[in-house]
């Protein structure tokens, strides 16, 4: 069986050749951590935004969007905190001249002490057969005992640098535990520095008259500057969300894991403003929502878990991520945060404005507390594409690569296939064409075999495939081709509507969620 690494280059390779994501300006050698889209992938793209955009303001009247400007003015990022403390804790390998994130290299540390732990259970579970006990192994083995240990030291140890921003305490840790580069295989590591991860340019003409500002890190703080431009123009009651889908930029470090870590990437984001007292019911409530509509997609609910933070950003008051099973183990997709009154107090004190809401039912007026949820389009193109990949093996000995991605996120819905090139087909074919063109993204295709055209489908995950030939001109009926099973059955030209409709109608998915 192929590695997961190996499942992953050919992800990768996959994503280019099928016009998916290609590196930034290829041609020179591409750009650090910056993709393109291509033709299949800015459609799945725009897919993932209109599921996730039509959820929140389709399917909440209290909810609605906006689209503010990448730049703003310099005094937000200090009154947000971005200026001041977002940074990431960096250390470069002298003999590698390898740059780091110290907290990634703990982070794997204690990752490999979990790896010991679960491969004794995993040899003794073997041992011992159906009596195992696991959690009693756990307890009592000594050696896990002594992994847990130590596991829990460094834990402890890296929690409280964190917590501090102790930079030599982390650097310690690295050195205590004899971390080494992977590249040189030493310990000739520098100081552990913070960096921080905000892109500036400059705005004005004159030098003098130059204003430093900065691309954004996220697009949050367009909505909070914003809240009670909406709040009033939109007549919103407390709770209310303000959603936006729109480009962040970071200077990350290490970018690597393709589009997993990019420096410029997309958000979607969902601020929701409520009652000061009130943020925990909520924070509940969009914590189970957004793993309903990760889950609706279907790719498999043990493919999710939370994660709840034990480091608190410097916003919020609780914290969990949404996590999926990447090739290369679970990683965040979505964040979702009680980031209290923080924001919208301190853009109050920056700004000198009265920016509170009056609640007509309390009498009151007050700074909302706000939950954010908080998901990147790339990771989920990334998510979405990792457990779509398939390779199979076909009756015969061939094999075909199959994206059997969720169907109402596919990026072409039907294939419109003439079986020949001639004998009134191809009209014939367009016209069907024609009939579903509007409704839903098709594509035509004549040439080659028949079965070559159905593969690069599969490839590009099209769940439908409608062959026409020349009983299609005396009975109006086609071959129906399902991407997943590849069966095949005749159907009638005037049912195709209804059945491509049936699989890939958002409103479907939408209906699964709100009636559970
Ligand atoms: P990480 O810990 O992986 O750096 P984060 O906790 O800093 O992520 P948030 O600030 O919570 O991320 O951002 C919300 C979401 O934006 C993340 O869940 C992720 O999907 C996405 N995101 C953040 N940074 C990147 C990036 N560099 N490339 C692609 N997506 C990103």
């Given at each position: ?240 969300g303000i959603a936006q889908i729109g480009k962040a930029f ?88 009680s980031r209290t009154d923080f924001d919208l107090s301190s ?114 995950g099209t769940p439908f495939c409608v062959t026409v030939d ?47």
């Amino acid at each position: 069986m192929a590695s997961q690494e190996d499942v992953f280059k050919k992800l990768v390779a996959h994503c280019k050749e099928y016009g998916f994501v290609f590196p930034s300006s290829e041609i020179y050698d591409g750009l650090g951590a910056v993709y393109d889209y291509g033709q299949n992938g800015v459609e799945l793209k725009n897919n993932i935004k209109k599921y996730w955009w039509d959820s929140m303001t389709l399917l909440h009247g209290n909810i609605v969007g906006i689209d503010a400007a990448i730049f703003m003015h310099p005094t937000v990022w200090k009154a947000s905190g971005h200026v001041d403390a977002f940074n990431d804790p960096l250390i470069d390998n002298k003999d590698s001249k390898k740059r780091y994130r110290a907290d990634v290299l703990i982070e794997e540390l204690i990752a490999k002490y979990d790896d010991k732990i679960n491969k004794e259970v995993e040899k003794a579970a073997k041992k011992f057969g159906d009596s195992f006990d696991a959690e009693l192994f756990k307890k009592t083995n000594a050696r896990v005992l002594e992994h847990q240990e130590k596991r829990e030291e460094i834990h402890e140890r890296f929690k409280k640098a964190m917590n501090d921003n102790d930079l030599d305490g982390l650097k310690q840790i690295i050195l205590d535990y004899d971390v080494v580069c992977p590249i040189s295989g030493t310990k000739n590591w520098t100081d552990v520095r913070q960096f921080n991860l905000m892109f500036s340019t400059e705005m004005g003409s004159t030098s003098d008259g130059a204003m430093k500002i900065y691309l954004r890190p996220e697009t949050a703080q367009g909505i909070f500057v914003n809240y009670l431009n909406v709040q009033k123009t939109g007549r919103m009651k407390i709770p209310f969300g303000i959603a936006q889908i729109g480009k962040a930029f970071r200077n990350e470090i290490v970018a690597r894991q393709f589009i997993f870590r990019m420096r410029e990437f997309e958000q979607m984001e969902m601020q929701f403003f409520v009652r000061p007292g009130d943020e925990m019911k909520w924070f509940s409530h969009w914590k189970a929502f957004r793993l309903k509509w990760h889950k609706a997609l279907g790719l498999g609910d043990q493919m999710y878990r939370y994660h709840d933070h034990e480091k608190l950003a410097h916003y919020a008051n609780a914290a969990t991520d949404i996590e999926f099973l990447m090739p290369f183990g679970f990683k965040e997709v979505e964040g979702i945060h009680s980031r209290t009154d923080f924001d919208l107090s301190s853009h109050e004190k920056f700004s000198g404005k009265n920016i509170k809401y009056f609640d007509p039912e309390t009498n009151q007026s007050y700074t909302p507390y706000v939950i954010e949820t908080s998901i990147g389009v790339d990771r989920m193109f990334l998510s979405i594409m990792a457990a779509s990949y398939k390779e199979e093996e076909l009756e015969g000995g061939e094999t075909r690569v199959l994206l059997a991605l969720p169907p109402v996120l596919a990026p072409v819905k039907v294939a419109i296939l003439p079986l020949l090139k001639k004998d009134g087909l191809p009209e014939k074919a367009t016209e069907i064409m024609n009939e579903l063109k509007y409704d839903f993204k098709c594509v035509y295709e004549e040439k080659d075999t028949i079965g070559k055209r159905y593969r690069r489908m599969d490839a590009i995950g099209t769940p439908f495939c409608v062959t026409v030939d020349h009983q299609t001109i005396q009975d109006n009926t086609v071959t129906l081709r399902y991407r997943d099973t590849m069966k095949q059955e005749r159907v009638n030209v005037s049912d195709l509507h209804k059945i491509v409709g049936d699989q890939v109608n958002m409103k479907n998915l939408f209906k699964k969620i709100m009636e559970e």
